[in-house]
């Protein structure tokens, strides 16, 4: 399973999801604007990192997204 912790005005957060669409892989959007505890689950897997997107798939979290 795949989830994307990120904000809707940030465009990596929605290159991330398109891209994920595209490929057809399933996921889940969080949107940490408007979810205080998954903003605090999100710092837990960034390390208290501030950054957008977070991805969070099969265990392996990677921070940023740069479409590839």
Known sequence: MVTIYGKD???YTQAARDDYEKR????TYVNVKKNAAELTRM???SKGRRAVPVIVEDGRVTIGFGGT
């Open 24 to 27: 057809k892989v399933p996921f």
């Open 9 to 11: 005005s940030c465009p």
């Open 43 to 45: 710092l837990e897997f």
